[in-house]
């Protein structure tokens, strides 16, 4: 949902992912069908992906017609993106089988509404025998990302959700998909025949569900390396836009020592092999991280040789990986399989994407690529960014999960205040989580924890319940699920810490939790008054008001979002030096600013306030007892 990712997920831009559904309305039940995709690039340039839905109509079924159907949204990232505006040139004809003397006229074809097309299929089946339905279309594709797809003369780059269409009542049949790359590319995704590789050129899937869940690379440059870890293949695919600057080969001992380190939590996972398809794009905006059941892909804006890239990748790595367990298989009853045509609604994405992003920053600290010192300043980072925000007082860990198609990423033609209303289920679900895995520690006394909790949930509602529906083995849990096991392993009753905590908006007890390994948390204000602005930092010359916080004096004084001040209290604001200004004063004092309000000139008196927002801090206690300190380590080490 890398979604939607801690890969600075609150940057991840959207990736063109076409998703083409197909749909047949039967009389009476809907027997399975024989649905075979092909996909074709002959013009690269053009953006366009050609796809075909051949469809074999059996010689019993009684079809009227057919309904073929684009997703609204893909899962992993939950706004609605409406695939369909780039669905062009429609088209379907009636083919006979070989051997068979028919002419068979074109069907009709009406598009029903803004997803949906159907083929008339009346007269469709002559002589009693099998035939088939060619839908084609094109999609346009220009977005790299881990959502939509791309297309241009350097690659091809899908996801299958905003390219393939399915066939309405029939997402649950066995696919099939054929892929004619250009001259000379070659395909590679999570889902190769590796005695085939990289030759192959058709595939089976169970079912439309696990088809789109394959993003695929095609291109004539990509690299890739492999490892094993348990038995089990990892091939890391580079697709470099940019200098490597000699990095790739550390970048791939990284990241097998991530899943070293999650596996090790988790057990072996249940695949034989899997894909890490990493682009570094170079163009300075493409970035993002999505989840699938055998390969993830990741994309930064950057090359590999920039700052902070390579650290940047192994952060979506690290979240993207656990994946595999939390969201993909472990997943909230409202998971898959989905409706196309409506949002998703869950309670549950602060534990599918918010623990991940815990365990994606813990994870690195047990693979060694952090000392404790970089856990903490990341920790600390989610922990302002909730406290720190109006929406905390206004939106729960589950209300955040519920309004995903409206914060994921979601575009949004109207001005909205969902920046002083909401949060984020990534930052909120993690602070919950660490909260959640120490106070487990000190309950049991380092019996148990948070990873134990994760473990029992995975065996119990994916290893060892009944398949709830075609899509994968096991079933979803509810939010009370979760509740119930941690209360479970911790040997408490946890009712009226998810009351408060979860289903409610108090603070965590952050003290509390840290102090069970020997850490003190510690807040202090970051301004010595409260104003209650914050500038556009894309102009360092001037003061332009980019949020104006509720409730705060700036609110009570008139500010508006858009505003310059000029003057605070007789000095020139900008914004690198707000907090020396505001050090001159103490609450209560009343300043007079001066400002600029579109063509108008203005000047207000703001009576300054005690601070509002803080910063935080985590410290080792001196005198931490030593059972505190055996807790740490094995919470840092995995123990």
Not at 189 to 194: A, E, I, P
């Amino acid at each position: 949902m890398i979604s939607r990712l801690s890969l600075s997920i609150a940057r991840a831009a959207c990736l063109s992912l076409l998703l083409l559904t197909t749909s047949f309305a039967v009389a009476g039940q809907d027997k399975p069908l024989k649905i075979h995709y092909r996909l074709a690039m002959p013009h690269p340039s053009s953006h366009l992906f050609e796809v075909s839905v051949e469809v074999e109509r059996p010689a019993d079924a009684n079809i009227d017609s057919l309904d073929f159907q684009m997703p609204k949204w893909s899962p992993g990232r939950y706004a609605v993106f409406d695939f369909a505006k780039n669905v062009q040139e429609v088209s379907a004809r009636n083919v006979c089988p070989p051997g068979l003397d028919c002419d068979l006229a074109n069907p009709p074809i009406t598009r029903v509404d803004d997803q949906t097309w159907r083929v008339d299929a009346g007269g469709f089946n002559p002589q009693g025998k099998q035939t088939f339905v060619f839908f084609n279309y094109k999609v346009f594709a220009n977005d790299l990302s881990g959502t939509f797809s791309e297309l241009d003369s350097r690659h091809a780059n899908f996801n299958g959700g905003c390219i393939f269409m399915y066939v309405v009542n029939h997402k649950q049949d066995p696919v099939a998909l054929s892929i004619d790359p250009p001259t000379d590319w070659r395909i590679v995704n999570g889902r190769m025949d590796r005695a085939d590789h990289p030759a192959q050129r058709e595939w089976q899937f169970p079912n439309w569900d696990i088809m789109i869940d394959t993003p695929t690379e095609i291109a004539p440059d990509w690299t890739e390396d492999d490892f094993k870890v348990d038995g089990k293949e990892y091939h890391v695919v580079v697709h470099s836009l940019g200098n490597e600057g000699g990095k790739r080969r550390a970048l791939v001992r990284d990241i097998e020592k991530i899943v070293k380190a999650e596996t090790a939590m988790w057990g072996p996972p249940e695949f034989d092999s899997y894909t890490f398809l990493v682009h570094f794009a170079a163009d300075g905006r493409s970035s993002d991280g999505m989840e699938h059941l055998t390969s993830t892909q990741v994309i930064m804006p950057g090359s590999l040789v920039d700052a902070g890239i390579y650290e940047e990748t192994l952060d979506a790595i690290a979240h993207e990986f656990f994946h595999v367990w939390n969201v993909k298989r472990l997943r909230p009853i409202e998971l898959g399989p989905w409706d196309f045509t409506r949002p998703a609604n869950t309670r549950g994405l602060w534990i599918a994407e918010g623990i991940t992003n815990y365990y994606g920053h813990l994870m690195q600290r047990r693979a060694g690529l952090w000392n404790d010192a970089q856990l903490w300043t990341r920790l600390l980072r989610q922990i302002t960014e909730i406290e720190n925000s109006p929406g905390s007082r206004l939106m729960s860990a589950e209300e955040s999960s519920l309004s995903a198609p409206f914060i994921d990423d979601a575009p949004h033609a109207q001005q909205t205040n969902l920046t002083n209303t909401s949060i984020s289920y990534y930052p909120k679900g993690e602070i919950l989580g660490v909260v959640i895995d120490l106070l487990i520690r000190g309950k049991t006394n380092g019996k148990a924890s948070l990873d134990e909790v994760m473990r029992r949930m995975y065996d119990e509602f994916y290893l060892k319940s009944p398949n709830a529906t075609y899509y994968l083995r096991g079933r979803g849990y509810k939010n009370e699920d979760f509740e119930h096991m941690v209360s479970e392993v911790a040997g408490a009753d946890m009712k009226d810490f998810f009351k408060r905590y979860v289903h409610g908006v108090e603070s965590p007890p952050y003290e509390e939790a840290f102090a069970q390994v020997g850490l003190r948390f510690v807040r202090e204000p970051q301004q010595p008054v409260s104003v209650g602005v914050s500038a556009d930092e894309s102009d360092p010359n001037n003061f332009k008001v980019a949020r104006v916080r509720p409730g705060s004096p700036a609110s009570d004084a008139g500010l508006e979002v858009g505003d310059t001040i000029n003057s605070f209290g007789g000095n020139r604001l900008t914004p690198t030096n707000l907090l020396k200004v505001l050090g001159r004063y103490k609450p209560g004092d009343r300043v007079t600013l001066t400002l600029q309000r579109g063509r108008r000139a203005m000047q207000i008196t703001i009576t300054l306030g005690p601070p509002q927002v803080m910063s935080y801090r985590i410290e080792e206690m001196t005198n931490a007892p030593a059972e505190a300190k055996a807790l740490r380590a094995a919470w840092l080490n995995g123990k």
